[in-house]
């Protein structure tokens, strides 16, 4: 199965900070990444798809980028809507695995 | 507007079984294939099964493939799990989620979630 390894757990950051997470498979999986929000008590929502393509409807300061097997979410400019869990997932190869998640707490 | 409705859920004994169901509408349901995912209390999400558009290809992840079977009725626009053997980490969450049409693809849309609680 492919292992995806998801840092950093939790990270801590204000209000207008920019902030990284990133997301490492155990081999090559580019481009079929996808990066999810999920608030307590809720679904997932898509955010990142293939890496690095915007969902509709997500704001702008949220990218995706790739270099090898190494994936990074950018948030630009934290919101205060965006304190949540983030998810990283593969659909390269069944069966599909989520990385651990990085909650992005209110520092 | 897509909408995902799961239901099914409920307390069940270890060595039980049960079926939950997802309700789909706001899209051409047999064009995308389907899955099921799960998140046990205060733990990470982990994907359980898939199907293809047509019901004709199904996957599963090894910690519930022969006791979980994933179906759909197009006709009736259903997607279905039947979970049997059920165990105590079997507990979680479970959400249906839309898919794509093709080869890869991610997973677009999400139900709320029904709860399924494996204990005695």
């Known amino acids: 199965d492919i292992q995806m390894t998801q840092s950093p757990s939790t990270l801590s950051a204000s209000v207008g900070d920019r902030v990284a997470i990133t997301c490492r498979a155990s081999?090559?999986?580019?481009?079929?990444l996808a990066w999810y929000q999920q608030k307590p008590g809720k679904a997932p929502k898509l955010l990142i798809y293939?890496?690095?393509s915007l969902q509709s409807g997500v704001p702008s300061r949220f990218s995706g980028s790739e270099s090898g097997t190494e994936f990074t979410l950018t948030i630009n400019s934290l919101q205060s809507d965006d304190f949540a869990t983030y998810y990283c997932?593969?659909?390269?190869?069944?069966?599909?695995?989520f990385g651990q998640g990085t909650r992005v707490e209110n520092k | 507007e897509v909408q995902l409705l799961e239901s099914g859920g409920d307390l069940v004994q270890p060595g039980g079984s049960l079926r939950l169901s997802c309700a789909v509408s706001g899209f051409t349901f047999y064009s995308y294939a389907m899955n099921w995912v799960r998140q046990a209390p205060g733990k990470g999400l982990e994907w359980v099964s898939a199907?293809?558009?047509?019901?004709?290809?199904?996957y599963y992840a090894d910690s519930v493939k022969g006791r979980f079977t994933i179906s759909r009725d197009n006709s009736k626009r259903m997607l279905y799990l039947q979970m049997n053997s059920l165990r105590g980490e079997d507990t979680a969450v479970y959400f249906c989620?839309?898919?794509?049409?093709?080869?890869?693809?991610?997973?677009?849309?999400w139900g709320q979630g029904t709860l399924v609680t494996v204990s005695s």
């Open positions: 081999q090559k999986i580019s481009p079929w």
């Open positions: 997932q593969q659909y390269d190869t069944y069966p599909w695995t």
């Open positions: 293939d890496a690095s």
């Open positions: 989620a839309k898919g794509g049409s093709g080869t890869y693809y991610n997973l677009w849309d």
């Open positions: 199907i293809s558009g047509s019901g004709d290809k199904t």
